[in-house]
């Protein structure tokens, strides 16, 4: 077993775009409640209904969504900021032409819980892998880029959770965690990460090194096995399988 604590939460209300540090939240079969539980869709013909993410646009990580960092289970839709600074509500008139007009094509909003890659999960990331991580790239890596749930501080080796398979589970506060069900474990990364957290620079050196190194994993994706409310600070156990 290995011991711990939660380091930092985070929660991003629109799916793609930059989110929020909170200091407590609220666990679920949603997940994280209110973490993607909305997104932006392609408007254009020939792809109408697909959800935009930074892969197809980079753009989309010049806005940021927040629902406040005092709010455990959001009772109410997001507020976006746009690159200019403004302020947008989520159902505010005009929201979708600004959206349009920033990335270049035509865009549709859907709210809808679980809209995460995986489904309604969790994904747990390490204070020692990511600072690991930082030492052999031999440059510091921005926590965001992996956009987590759940970072913790704990007293297992770096990279420990790569091996992390069904059955493993993480008392976290008053929520248990397991990696359980379809695509759950040790987290298979995409290109997002190789994006700077605002989406101005690119550093694909990174999901090289990821690839070549650590078979393209970081953090772990887990399902919420007894809900309740996780707070920065809270003590974290960590039984692998």
């Not at 770096?158 to 091996?163: G, L, S, W």
């Not at 506060?173 to 990696?179: A, D, M, T, Y």
């Amino acid at each position: 077993m290995f011991e711990g604590s939660v380091a930092g939460l985070h929660r991003w209300p629109v799916k793609s775009l930059r989110g929020e540090e909170v200091r407590a939240a609220r666990f679920d079969g949603r997940g994280m409640a209110g973490d993607r539980a909305h997104a932006l869709v392609d408007g254009r013909e020939k792809r109408r209904g697909k959800v935009l993410t930074v892969r197809q646009n980079p753009p989309m990580l010049t806005w940021g969504a927040e629902y406040g960092a005092d709010v455990i289970d959001p009772p109410k839709p997001p507020m976006l900021r746009a690159p200019d600074g403004r302020s947008w509500s989520w159902d505010e008139p005009g929201l979708a032409d600004a959206l349009a007009g920033s990335f270049g094509m035509p865009v549709e909003l859907r709210a809808a819980d679980g809209q995460q890659d995986r489904g309604p999960t969790v994904l747990v990331t390490f204070e020692a892998s990511l600072a690991a991580l930082a030492a052999e790239l031999g440059k510091p890596v921005e926590l965001h880029r992996f956009r987590p749930n759940i970072h913790l501080t704990t007293d297992a080796p770096a990279f420990a959770e790569e091996d992390w398979t069904t059955g493993t589970t993480l008392d976290v506060g008053e929520v248990s965690l397991e990696v359980t069900g379809d695509h759950a474990g040790p987290c298979i990364r995409c290109a997002v990460p190789s994006w700077e957290p605002s989406g101005r620079e690119r550093w694909p050196e990174l999901q090289t090194h990821l690839i070549d190194r650590h078979a393209n994993k970081f953090g772990v994706i887990m399902r919420v096995a007894r809900a309740g409310v996780v707070a920065v600070g809270d003590t974290a156990d960590a039984r692998p399988a």
